[in-house]
């Protein structure tokens, strides 16, 4: 944290690319810039879910983003239930709470995506 309780936040937006495709897109804020990034992720098009972080994984506040039309709020809530468990949410987490960068993204992996239907003869 900084001095005097300052915002040191990791953003996370998970993104909508097509029915089987979600992308992980993140930034760690400081300060005052904190809220506009939440609020650019909050507002963005494609983002599905927001959520902001503290530097030791806790979750601040979280929810769906302009975004979360493109799938059912049944994937939402799922979404939303995985958020402290899974693999590329901790992962990108990491790379921010470490320092080593001040952005990340990468491709959601996760067991719920719609599954595709069969084709047909």
Do not use: C
Not at 50 to 61: A, D, H, L, P, R
Request: proline share 4%; hydrophobic share 30%.
């Amino acid at each position: 944290m900084w001095p005097f309780g300052g915002k040191d936040w990791n953003v996370v937006g998970i993104m909508y690319e097509k029915p089987d495709s979600y992308s992980i897109n993140a930034n760690r804020a400081k300060g005052r810039s904190a809220d506009t990034v939440k609020t650019r992720v909050k507002v963005h098009d494609r983002t599905i879910l927001w959520v902001v972080y503290n530097q030791k994984g806790g979750i601040v506040e979280t929810g769906p983003g302009r975004g979360s039309h493109h799938i059912s709020n049944d994937k939402v809530k799922e979404l939303e239930k995985v958020l402290h468990t899974n693999h590329s949410i901790r992962e990108i987490l990491r790379i921010l709470e470490s320092g080593k960068s001040n952005k990340a993204a990468k491709k959601l992996v996760w067991g719920g995506y719609p599954k595709k239907s069969a084709p047909e003869e």
